[in-house]
Nanobody, 124 residues
């Protein structure tokens, strides 16, 4: 089992920045990749970004490419999502997820472990 705890959400004005953190604990040695997903009210959960534990290799949704940056600190078992130039449409609950197997890192169904989520609100 892997436990995930997110932090760093909040209210920010358009154009501002936030950094989300996701700390993993438990059987983290078998982690293949970690990702961030978001879900706005009334919408489906969408892929945001992912990073493989070795490499690392990063992946981004087109909607955040060039504005969001995912990174990881292996020693701390922590993944970060730096979000810049935030827009109102970025408002959502952001959730961290972890997976141990190979495959498409952009599919939420491929992640068995999830955090509780953190709210990000972009508004003036």
């Amino acid at each position: 089992q892997v436990q995930l705890v997110e932090s760093g959400g909040g209210l920010v004005q358009p154009g501002g920045s936030l950094r989300l953190s996701c700390e993993a604990s438990g059987r983290t040695s078998s982690t293949y990749a970690m990702g961030w997903f978001r879900q706005a009210p009334g919408k489906e959960r969408d892929f945001v970004a992912a990073i493989t534990w070795s490499g690392p290799i990063t992946y981004y949704a087109d909607s955040v490419k060039g504005r969001f940056f995912i990174s990881r600190d292996a020693a701390k078992n922590t993944v970060y999502l730096q979000m810049n130039s935030l827009k109102p449409e970025d408002t959502a609950v952001y959730s961290c997820a972890a997976r141990t197997g190979l495959g498409n890192v952009k599919l939420a169904n491929n992640y068995p472990y999830w955090g509780q989520g953190t709210q990000v609100t972009v508004s003036s």
